[in-house]
C-alpha cells in the first residue's frame, strides 16, 4: 500500500491524491459494493465495518491510514487476479499475505464474499471468521517480520505437526519454548487448540479409508471393503 507520511511525519500530498484518484474512483465504479451513496471505511479504526460518504472514507483514509496489509481491496470490488504486479516489486510479507489471503478467499469463493460486502448491518459470527482470517493472513507474526503473517506461521506448523505425527503435548511444549525466542509483541498461538481454531476454514471433507498396507485406497464403491480383493 502507498506511504502516507514522510520521514519527518508529515502528510504526503501525493497519498491524498491517490486515496481519491485511485482507490475511491475504483471503489465507487463497483455499484455491488456501494449502499446508497456509501461505500465500507478501509481505515485503521473503521475496518471495513462502517458505510460512509465518499468524503469522509476520503478524511478516514488520510488522518488514520488504511488497514494494515489491505493490498488488494476485496471489500470494494478487487479480485486476485486484478492485481496485475508488473514491477515485481512486492515484499516478501506482501507475497506471503497475498498467498494465504488468497487461500482464504478461495474457501469463501466470490460470490459469497461480494455478497457479504455489500451488506450494511453486521456481518453473523460464520462470515466473521473469515474476515478475521483474511486480516491474519495480512497481519505479520510480530511488527516488522518480513517472512511470516500470522497465517501463514500457523498453516506452516500444523503442516509439520502432520507430517511428523507430533503429539499435542509435545506441540504445546514447543510452542511454549518457541515463544519466548521470538521478539516481544509476537502473535503466535500458544497451543495446538488455538492454533487449530485460528487457522480453521470450515471446509468440509470426507474421510477415505486406506490398506494397512497403505498400497490402496477404499473409496467411492470400494469404500465398505475392509481388505484388499
Known sequence: MWRRLDNNGYLLDEFVERVDQEFLNFAFA????VSHGQI????????????????????????????????????????????????????????????????VMDALGPEFISNQTCEEQPPNPEVQKFFDLLKDADEPLWDGC??????????????????????????????????????????????LYKTKSLAKLGLGYEKIYACVNNCMLYYKEKQRQATMS
Open 40 to 103: 465500507k471505511c478501509p481505515c485503521t479504526k473503521c475496518d471495513n465495518r462502517k458505510f460512509l460518504s465518499r468524503k469522509d472514507v476520503h478524511l478516514h483514509i488520510v488522518r488514520n491510514g488504511f488497514i494494515r496489509g489491505y493490498d488488494i481491496w476485496y471489500a470494494h470490488g478487487e479480485s486476485l487476479n486484478m492485481r496485475n504486479d508488473a514491477s515485481g516489486s512486492l515484499s516478501v510479507s506482501n507475497e506471503e499475505g497475498s498467498r494465504y489471503r488468497a487461500m
Open 146 to 191: 518480513k517472512n511470516h503473517s500470522k497465517l501463514s506461521a500457523v498453516a506452516q506448523l500444523l503442516n509439520i505437526k502432520s507430517e511428523y505425527n507430533i503429539s499435542e503435548a509435545c506441540y504445546d511444549r514447543l510452542m511454549s519454548v518457541i515463544k519466548t525466542i521470538l521478539p516481544e509483541g509476537e502473535k503466535l498461538p500458544n497451543n
Open 30 to 33: 463497483n455499484p455491488k459494493f
